[in-house]
């Protein structure tokens, strides 16, 4: 240290390395920053610690994913990407494809974009396919489709111990904004049952919707995806969702629970913004513990407070598979339970308002029932401990600032989140700060912090650079106050 003071003392020699030292240390403010906020084409925070792979064109050389594990990739407009997983002969396998395109006013979508995936065994027969759009209001957002191999008694294909080809298809309209969407893969098993389950559905079960939670709520803000959605119990909680955002939120439903999510958007603040109306400006929708969509609702907005409520949906159970209806047969495990919030973007473009407050009233009725006799631990499909506590405590979730995300918040929400009243025995815990991601054994889709290693080494870099800028500031003052003294003493 001593001999860089001395250089810095040695005419230009000195100076020039002031100004070179001086701006290093000035940069790591602009650095820190970076850190801790991404741009709006990056707003879903994937999973730590999630694998980089590149599909191929074929199947043929594809890179192969293991159960469990979480993978990141990307597929270009108008591209198939190919995977591959070895799956036994025993286990029902879910594999799950989240779609993150840009985001942003620039993006032109339509309402039928999205990606189909595919799910093939080794003698080409299709498994099974499905295809996640957009949906409602053209605008983009994150999406998520699933494909299942169900392991059936006297099934005929897909049945085998082999390897399967998963496919990934872009669709978009020949208009839309081209480029390249974050692909995050996922393969869960759902173990097979000691003794064989019933081939029938429920017969009958309370489709009545029940009285919501009362009360101003609990200020939680939800997280950028799966992977950080905040963790609710029932009750009541609030956030603000900017125009364009989506935000995330999971909750834990156990065999035996029903689930019902009512969403309220909240009045414009601009009262001369009232009576323009947006359609499809407000989207709620739901997916099970395999990520696969159960059911969604929109509305249309006005500058009036609006509300959506999910149709009632039988309670979780095994048997739930048999049923008809996808939102149905969708309940068939416990576990969490995901709810993405969206605002269209034409909201502020046609109201004024920049973020907007969204209200959740969430029931879990009913206790839960003894579970399946899975013949290994259920992963995923089940509510442990650590979820309940997760739940409680509010888990996960992100800091927003416009489409951008702050990522160095702490995993329990920022610190300017209020409480909220709370006042009424429905409004929630009333705990607001995170103890961060669950540690529920078996529970892998329980959500990571929002602040990653990268993310804590930058912020310690740039903390230390704004202290050594700061340092030599101080010192170039003192410098330039000694010479000017010393010249005017010669004078």
Known sequence: MRGLMRRLMEGRRGRAWVAVVAGVGLCGVPASAGAAGTGASDAYVFAEGAQNVRGTQSSTGAPRLTTGETYRSSLGAEATAHYRVNLDGAANAYVSVVAVPPLGSGVKAASSDGVTVTLQDSGGNECDSQRATFR???????????????????????????????AVERVAEADSTGGTWGLELKVATEPGLVTSASTEGPRSWSS????????????????????????????????????????????????????????????????????????????????????????????LYAGEPASVSLDPLPPVAYENRQLSRDEQA??????????????????AEKLGDKSSLVTLRVTVDGN????????????????????????????????????????????????????????????????????????????????????????????????????????????????????????GVRN
Not at 142 to 165: H, I, M, N
Not at 287 to 293: D, E, L, S
Not at 331 to 346: I, Q
């Open 136 to 166: 409602s209001g053209a605008y983009p957002r994150p999406v998520a489709a699933v494909v299942e191999r169900l392991v059936k008694t006297g099934g005929l294909r897909c049945q085998a111990a082999e390897t399967y080809d998963i």
């Open 368 to 487: 839960a029932v003894r579970p399946p006799d899975y013949v290994r631990d259920a992963g995923d499909f089940q509510v442990t401990e650590a979820d309940l506590k997760a739940a409680e405590n509010g888990a996960g979730g992100a800091v927003w600032k416009g489409l951008e995300v702050a990522r160095g918040g702490a995993a329990g929400g920022s610190a300017d989140e209020g409480r909220g009243s709370g006042d009424s025995a429905g409004s929630g815990s009333g705990a607001d700060a995170g103890s961060g991601p669950s540690a529920g054994a078996g529970s892998s889709s329980a959500a990571s912090s929002s602040t990653s290693p990268g993310s804590a080494a930058m912020t310690v870099i740039g903390v230390a650079g704004i202290g050594t800028g700061t340092a030599l500031l101080l010192w170039l003052g003192v410098w330039r106050f000694v010479a000017v003294r010393r010249v």
């Open 330 to 347: 969708a309940m068939r495990f416990a576990g969490w339970y995901y709810l993405k919030v969206t605002v269209n973007p034409a909201v």
């Open 208 to 299: 009545a919707s029940v009285q919501p939670p009362s009360g101003t709520g609990t200020q939680r803000s939800g997280g950028t995806g799966f992977n950080d959605a905040r963790a609710l119990s029932g009750g009541v909680w609030k956030d603000r969702v900017g125009s364009g955002q989506s935000h995330f939120f999971r909750v834990p439903v156990d065999w035996g629970q029903q689930l019902y999510v009512d969403a309220e958007l909240g009045a414009s603040t601009d009262r001369s913004a009232h009576g323009g109306t947006v359609t499809d400006a407000f989207d709620v929708q739901l997916y099970n513990p395999a990520r696969a969509p159960v059911t969604a609702k929109d509305t």
